[in-house]
């Protein structure tokens, strides 16, 4: 099959890896499930008289009130704003795979409070923990993804995340409308209770699966790190492919780990603000298409502009959804994220700004707030373009963003830059989900946008296409580790990243070049303005002349050209010992030895120069 033609020097199972990449996704499925699943059940009649305070609508009917709606459909999205700022604490110390446990085991506690609530407190909070759980999956399970994928295939199995979310909101949407005419209990536990189901799948299939090669090598355990990436990769551990990739992986994180430790500071420090910047403004800008407004509020917003079978015009919609998710995630790998991001984002904001104009010319208010359609054939042309935002939606912007998010950080931030460009998008996804009712609904103290909003929706849309014009690089091909290479390059624009070719790799290359910083005790904070106290490199079976003029407090430098050993590995500053056996280190020559080494007084005596 074409859209899985293997490049020549790439070697392993392809479809072992989408197996696992799109097993993961399972994630995304409970994410996108709860989102339809909410927005038909406060459309229930049964859960509206049932958890009413006393509030009745314009036809006296007995419902929740707007603030209340805000409160329930909003909650969630606070809690998944700080599951996914307290993901690299489950991440970075208990792992990837534990972490996706431990995560669905939260978000089943919720679930639980949702299906034993009978008022709006309880059910609220089960939301809420439910969130919580949601969120350390959003920030987890593209992580696990971006750091076990082949970097060929990398945006097809991320890509699977948001297509589980589309499988999510279509299976919810299907479940509501064969439950919404119940008149018991069963009308919304039922849809809330399938939930546990796909968690549990997801739990226990994790227990199968290996820990990500990247986090092994993090913790300093390079026999696992080989283990993983080999079951990954359907080969055996001393594979000379896996050798390969291995050396990459661990050499890039030594080399950022000999720039200090990381921090959520750093993260937004000279080097890292940009791709900080990026990914969160991606997030923002995701949610500010009004995608969510649509599955959020969808069913109420249809029934409330006259339209019939809302329930199932919502199910019509997350069908769109998914088929459009489908072949979009087979091709990111064809033809780029760049292009279809911004070609995405013209689409969209063509089809938002007609849904607005038809919208507010077709429809009409009493004075009572009721919705009165006065042109039927507009209304329905207006519900075709919905469709069709929803498709380039689903094409583009709603897998994308996750794929490219998951790419643009390097080893050392990832965890921690990951959750903040996710805790961004949960964020807007509370604001929107919490002021939309204000914003949209007839009443005092109530905008009584209705249909308008699309205009709001629309002007996002062109921002978003301006956007990734000027700040998003294309990725396509590249590894994790080349792509952090890109991100440093001096004066790359965006519009040129397609014509960038990789120039330094860590493994196999003739030059490696490392600054250890000796006034900074190796932290990235102070380095900018610290003089480098010592540059060397290193040469894979070449002699390499040290040609480095030495700067003050550097250390002396020899008289004499310098032959590099083949199997050095770039060390940490300060590490006295390499954490790989079987490689020999970059201690074995005296003049590879740091500054701090070489010249500090010891007890212990001169050290050995020898091997």
């Not at 799948?201 to 696992?224: A, N, Q």
Request: aromatic residues 12%; proline residues 6%.
């Amino acid at each position: 099959m074409a859209l899985f033609t293997r490049p020549p020097d790439e070697k392993g199972s392809v479809w072992f890896s989408v197996l696992i990449g799109v097993f993961v996704a399972f994630g995304g499925l409970l994410f996108g499930y709860d989102t339809g699943t909410i927005s038909g059940i406060i459309a229930m009649k049964y859960w509206q008289q049932h958890f009413s305070t006393g509030y009745t609508d314009v036809e006296g009917h007995l419902t929740i009130s707007p603030s209340q709606s805000s409160l329930i459909v909003s909650i969630l999205s606070a809690g998944t704003f700080g599951g996914a700022l307290v993901s690299p604490l489950l991440a970075d110390k208990l792992g990837r795979r534990w972490g996706l446990i431990i995560s669905s085991w939260v978000f089943n506690f919720g679930v639980l409070m949702q299906v034993i609530s009978v008022r709006i407190p309880l059910f609220a909070a089960g939301r809420f923990f439910a969130g919580i759980g949601v969120g350390l999956l959003s920030a987890l399970v593209p992580l696990y993804q971006s750091e076990t994928a082949p970097k060929w295939i990398r945006g097809l199995i991320v890509g699977a995340y948001q297509l589980a979310i589309t499988i999510g909101i279509l299976l919810a949407a299907i479940v509501n409308n064969g439950t919404h005419l119940r008149d018991d209990t069963g009308s919304y536990r039922i849809p809330i209770a399938l939930q546990w189901l796909f968690s549990l799948i997801l739990i226990i299939g994790m227990h199968f699966l290996p820990e990500t090669p990247r986090y092994c090598i993090k913790r300093g355990d390079m026999p696992g790190a080989t283990q993983a990436l080999a079951r990954l990769r359907r080969l055996m551990s001393t594979d000379p492919a896996i050798t390969k990739e291995m050396e990459e992986i661990r050499d890039n994180y030594q080399y950022e780990m000999s720039l200090g430790s990381s921090s959520y500071k750093d993260c937004f420090r000279k080097g890292m603000r940009k791709r900080m910047f990026t990914g969160m403004a991606l997030q923002i800008l995701q949610q500010l298409t009004g995608v969510n407004f649509i599955f959020y509020y969808g069913t109420q917003f249809f029934e409330n502009s006259g339209i019939s079978s809302a329930f199932l015009i919502s199910m019509i919609l997350a069908m769109v959804n998914v088929l459009s998710t489908i072949p979009a995630v087979l091709v990111f790998d064809k033809l780029g994220r760049r292009p279809l991001l911004l070609w995405g984002g013209v689409g969209m904001c063509i089809c938002q700004l007609i849904v607005a104009t038809l919208g507010t010319t077709t429809t009409g208010q009493t004075a009572s707030g009721v919705i009165t359609v006065l042109n039927v054939a507009g209304q329905k042309a207006s519900v075709a373009f919905v469709c069709l935002f929803i498709a380039c939606f689903a094409a583009t912007w709603g897998p994308l963003a996750w794929v490219v998010t998951s790419e643009l950080y390097p080893l050392k931030h990832r965890s921690q830059m990951l959750s903040l460009s996710t805790a961004t998008n949960w964020a807007f996804n509370w604001a929107i989900a919490y002021s939309t009712p204000y914003l949209v609904n007839y009443g005092p103290g109530y905008a009584n946008l209705q249909s308008k909003i699309f205009f709001i929706w629309g002007v996002s849309c062109l921002i978003c296409i301006l956007f990734v014009y000027f700040f998003i690089y294309e990725t396509k091909g590249l590894s994790l580790e080349e792509v952090d290479e890109m991100y440093q390059s001096d004066g790359l624009k965006a519009k040129d990243s397609s014509k960038w070719r990789p120039s330094v790799h860590f493994r196999g290359i003739p030059l490696t070049e490392v600054t250890y910083n000796k006034n900074t005790d190796g932290s990235p904070a102070g380095s900018e303005n610290s003089p480098a106290a010592e540059t060397t490199e290193r040469a894979d079976g070449e002699n390499v002349a040290h040609a480095a003029a030495p700067v003050a407090g550097s250390p002396p430098q020899p008289a004499s050209p310098l032959v590099a050993v083949p199997t050095a590995t770039l060390r940490p500053v300060q590490a006295d010992t390499h954490p790989y056996p079987p490689l020999r280190s970059l201690k074995s020559v005296p003049s590879l030895r740091t500054w701090d080494e070489g010249n500090r007084p010891s007890s212990r005596g001169p050290r050995s120069s020898g091997p």
